[in-house]
């Protein structure tokens, strides 16, 4: 049982490139979502899903994308990275939408 | 969004002794509650929860308190040990929601 898993655990980009930060489960939880953690700011909720094909906005969605195909993966698309986006990110997955949340080890995407 | 809070960003404290480290939360409405513990290069792990229909729960070497009048949780930890040496953050839910905030985190220090 591997938990979340989350890659590539580092990621350097150009401004304007695209990428996209994998994340896989193998615990059956249906609910998903994405951090990113920033100095001082704690965690923030990027997307989040409840179920496969079932995708939601967080706190701050703006410049990146997700989709829900399996129960397994819930991929986090960077579509035009910019300087802002550097942070590390979480994935994380739960039995439910309100129960304990599981985390990844993190991605720490550098964009330059 | 709703916004949880820590009273100190910094504690330090001696091994053998009792820490607490307090959060505030501003949503009436968020009835359930986790602690997470973040050690340096990895991904937040859980502690312990309480739901708003309780006002303190025990865990292993951990308390956590609950006051709803003032919005505000606590979370105890019995015997410090230079392990327990990690960011610790709060969360809020509402059980109607598909959402988790969290705080800024506290840093703890455990000084042999």
């Known amino acids: 049982n591997a938990g979340v898993t989350q890659t590539p655990k580092f990621q350097v980009l150009k401004t304007g490139q695209s990428m996209t930060l994998q994340c896989a489960q193998d615990m059956n939880h249906e609910y998903m979502s994405w951090y990113r953690q920033d100095p001082g700011m704690g965690l923030r909720l990027i997307h989040y899903?409840?179920?496969?094909?079932?995708?939601d906005q967080g706190e701050v969605p703006n410049g990146y994308n997700v989709s829900r195909s399996t129960t397994e993966d819930f991929p986090l698309r960077l579509l035009s990275a910019a300087p802002s986006q550097t942070s590390v990110y979480f994935c994380?997955?739960?039995?439910?939408?309100?129960?304990?949340?599981?985390f990844g080890e993190g991605s720490r995407l550098t964009v330059l | 969004g709703e916004s949880v809070g820590l009273h100190l960003p910094t504690l330090s404290v001696q091994e053998g002794d009792n820490s607490i480290i307090n959060c505030a939360y501003s949503?009436?409405?968020?009835?359930?509650f986790i602690w997470y513990k973040q050690e340096s290069g990895k991904g937040p792990q859980f502690i312990i929860d309480i739901r708003s229909n309780m006002d303190k729960r025990q865990g292993q070497r951990v308390t956590v308190l609950l006051n709803k009048t003032v919005k505000h949780l606590s979370l105890q930890i019995a015997a410090t040990q230079p392990g327990d040496s990690a960011v610790y953050f709060c969360a809020e839910n509402m059980n109607t929601g598909n959402q988790f905030y969290f705080g800024t985190g506290t840093s703890l220090t455990v000084i042999p």
């Open positions: 994380a997955s739960s039995y439910s939408n309100t129960g304990e949340l599981f």
């Open positions: 949503n009436s409405a968020s009835d359930y």
């Open positions: 899903s409840v179920g496969a094909g079932i995708t």
